[in-house]
């Protein structure tokens, strides 16, 4: 048995790779999946693993290494200890405040770095990671990566010119562990069709569609919403922020028809009733879209339960989605029940708002947990599973006088890749709303169409 055979069936105890039927990030269904983290638990193999890599590098010349965050970080520390060339150590996304680095650690411009990544599945992050690091002024010819899923990333990354070094492919994987009995062969038949069928993921652009969304949704309001936005051609939430149920019956019979959700605030409307509800709930229906309150629930869950079912406005008699912070915990998400979408609140749009990334992340973290979330508002890309909800979307990007800070339809979409585009004053203070909400409409979905395009 060779060495790398043995490191293999050692990791593989760790449980670094799993089978049966995952959900990748990317909403793809997977026979297998792979986690290199648990590695972090043996130095032994750890160092092991550094030295294997290290060894597919020893013609490559290097002054740099660097990981790709997260599960390659400790990978490209140990390497960095066995071989004495210093790390250097990528953010996610750059600081927001003090000095705004990508990189961090000692370097100069012109200095060869090597990458390190534990996956590659389609390539397109390690390529933005690369390109990212070649702005700092560095300059990147070698990739190292622990195990090639096969998925078209190491073609993508030879066809740009850099050298990929891979220790293991997923064939290869499967052979080991075949040979050493780990794996039947009904199983080993499963994941040589999906490799074979599955070849490329998508190479030239990980936004995945609505229709492939639809899928995997399994809240009604996340299907109804998707369904909407494919049958209408529209990604747009108007958001009516007026103070009458006039002024809002009347906008909503006029943008009715360009939108997938008209988003509320029911506690600044100075004359709500019960027939109000009803005439919304009528329009909604004749123009096919959903009413979406944007109540931003705060409190332990008892309070929001209550918020929600009694009071004057009885929330949860006639919303399809509400918003809801995320600070009180899981628990307090439960209160709303299952029929209600709930979207939470992962990042705010205005400046200096304390939803940071630690924030975000928790906030993702626990919204994928619960059942009756079917997405966040942020203002960056999420995973997958989760439908992205951006506000503070106007065509005149800048902001206001209270802190609100815009960006276009076509930032957000392709940047972001927003889900739905949440457009307050850009639609219900335009002289003429329902022309406004048809040319966010528009924007909205040719820039889907431009980044679905490949
Ligand atoms: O972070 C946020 C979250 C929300 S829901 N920033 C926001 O602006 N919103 C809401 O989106 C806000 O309460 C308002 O109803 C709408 C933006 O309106 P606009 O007039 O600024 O487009």
């Known amino acids: 048995m060779t060495n790398k055979e043995e490191f293999l069936l050692k990791a593989y105890e760790l449980g670094i790779i799993k089978f049966g039927n995952f959900t990748l990030k990317s909403g793809i269904e997977s026979p297998f999946y792979v986690d290199l983290r648990p590695l972090v638990s043996s130095p032994a193999l750890l160092k092991e693993l550094s030295d294997h890599l290290l060894q597919l590098l020893k013609d490559s010349h290097y002054q740099l290494i660097c990981g790709v965050p997260y599960a390659a970080l400790p990978i490209s520390a140990a390497m960095s200890l066995e071989s004495g060339v210093p790390l250097i150590l990528k953010r996610k996304e750059s600081k927001k405040y ?79 562990l075949y040979k050493h009995d780990l794996l039947k062969e009904p199983e080993v038949i499963r994941i040589r069709s999906f490799l074979k069928e599955k070849p490329v993921v998508r190479i030239r652009s990980s936004r995945v569609t609505y229709e492939e969304k639809l899928k995997f949704q399994a809240h009604p ?71 979406f309150e944007d109540r931003k629930f705060g409190d332990i869950g008892n309070t929001q339960q209550l918020q929600f079912e009694k009071g004057i406005y009885k929330i949860s008699d006639w919303a399809d989605l509400i918003t809801s912070h995320v600070i009180a915990g899981e628990e307090s998400l439960k209160v709303f029940g299952d029929k209600v979408g709930v979207v939470t609140i992962a990042e705010m749009s205005s400046k200096g708002a304390l939803t940071d990334e630690h924030y975000k992340e928790k906030a993702i973290e626990l919204s994928q947990k619960a059942s009756n979330v079917i997405g966040c508002v942020a203002q960056s890309e999420l995973p997958s599973s989760l439908l992205l909800f951006t506000p503070g979307v106007n065509i005149t990007s800048g902001g206001d006088s209270k802190g609100q800070q815009f960006n276009t339809p076509d930032k957000v979409i392709t940047e972001y890749h927003t ?20 040319k966010y409409r528009k924007e909205g979905w040719d820039a889907y169409l431009r980044n679905i395009k490949f």
Do not use: W
């Open 221 to 291: 309001a996340s299907k109804k919403i998707l369904e909407i936005a494919l049958k209408k051609k529209s990604n747009l939430i108007a958001s009516l922020d007026v103070n009458t149920s006039r002024e809002i019956l009347d906008l909503a019979e006029r943008v009715g028809e360009h939108v997938v959700a008209v988003k509320l605030h029911t506690d600044i409307i100075s004359d709500f009733s019960e027939e109000y509800v009803s005439r919304l709930k009528k329009i909604s229906q004749d123009k096919n879209f959903l009413l």
């Open 419 to 438: 889900d739905f585009i949440i457009v307050g004053r850009g639609i219900y203070a335009a002289a003429r709303p329902e022309e406004a909400a048809e």
């Open 98 to 176: 003090g000095t705004k680095k990508m990189l961090e650690g000692i370097f100069s411009e012109g200095q060869t770095c090597v990458l390190v990544e534990d996956v590659i599945t389609s390539g397109k992050s390690l390529v933005e990671t690369v390109e990212e690091v070649e702005k700092e002024g560095l300059r990147v010819k070698d990739v190292a990566v622990v195990l090639d899923r096969e998925q078209g990333g190491t073609r993508l990354l030879t066809e740009k010119g850099y050298a990929v070094h891979t220790l293991f492919s997923m064939g290869e994987v499967i052979d080991i």
